[in-house]
């Protein structure tokens, strides 16, 4: 079982408002993952660390999106101005170096209205 | 690029009885394959896995895979389902370790009947 914790499990903002969540890895996974489920259940990535570097990130997440994975506290995942069409479960996701899986928290749902 | 296509997005069958879910990828590669379960209000379990080896791997809750490379497919299969696995299935593909993301399907809902 997954020992990734991710707060809040839910998260009602109003357009424009910063929304932001937070994930602790498995301990000592240094890579962590950020994934958009939406109600299609169509996935999407959105960034990925190691430790405190960031690998990978899409172009949305540079817009408005921002996301941090300091050391000795949670990862967070911060949209600066919440749209409607951001209103998802926000799933993260941590692997240790080497290892092929990736364990997923149980998200933070954002409704957005 | 990589994608996968589960073309089933809903399947019901009544408790006891055998289940098979499907999933084809495309890739020019073999990929680690993966499904995950979710439950109602949860985030993604891990069933089962394949890289390599025997193309039949054994996963929790008594559930199995097979891949075919083949047919490029990696197929769930269970023989007697409980209406405890209702859930959304979701097949995955990674191209590799560390930093590689993981690409889903659209999910099978699978619904049993008591």
């Known amino acids: 079982n997954s020992k990734v914790i991710q707060t809040p499990r839910y998260l009602v903002k109003g357009q424009g408002q910063k929304a932001k969540m937070r994930c602790i890895p498995e301990?000592?996974?240094?890579?962590v993952f950020w994934y958009q489920q939406n109600k299609n259940n169509e996935f999407k990535f959105l960034i990925n660390?190691?430790?405190?570097?960031?690998?990978?990130q899409i172009d949305m997440t540079e817009k408005r999106f921002s996301a941090e994975c300091p050391s000795n506290s949670p990862c967070s995942l911060e949209i600066q101005s919440s749209e409607a069409g951001d209103s998802a479960l926000y799933l993260c996701?941590?692997?240790?170096?080497?290892?092929?899986?990736?364990?997923f928290g149980p998200g933070t749902r954002l409704l957005v209205l | 690029a990589q994608s996968v296509t589960q073309p089933d997005a809903r399947v019901t069958v009544s408790e006891g009885a055998s289940l098979q879910l499907r999933c084809k990828y495309s890739?020019?590669?073999?990929?680690?394959l993966f499904w995950y379960v979710q439950y109602p209000r949860q985030g993604l379990q891990l069933l089962l896995k394949?890289?390599?080896?025997?193309?039949v791997v054994q996963g929790v809750n008594g559930f199995e895979a097979e891949f075919s490379k083949s047919n490029s497919s990696f197929h769930l299969r269970k023989a007697s389902v409980h209406w405890s696995d209702s859930a959304v299935y979701f097949c995955?593909?990674?191209?590799?370790?560390?930093?590689?993301?993981?690409?889903f399907g659209k999910g099978t809902h699978l619904h049993v009947l008591p």
């Open positions: 995955a593909v990674s191209m590799g370790t560390n930093a590689y993301k993981v690409i």
């Open positions: 996701a941590s692997r240790d170096w080497g290892q092929d899986t990736q364990y």
């Open positions: 660390f190691q430790n405190q570097e960031v690998l990978q």
């Open positions: 301990k000592g996974h240094p890579v």
């Open positions: 890739s020019s590669v073999t990929p680690y």
């Open positions: 394949y890289y390599s080896g025997d193309p």
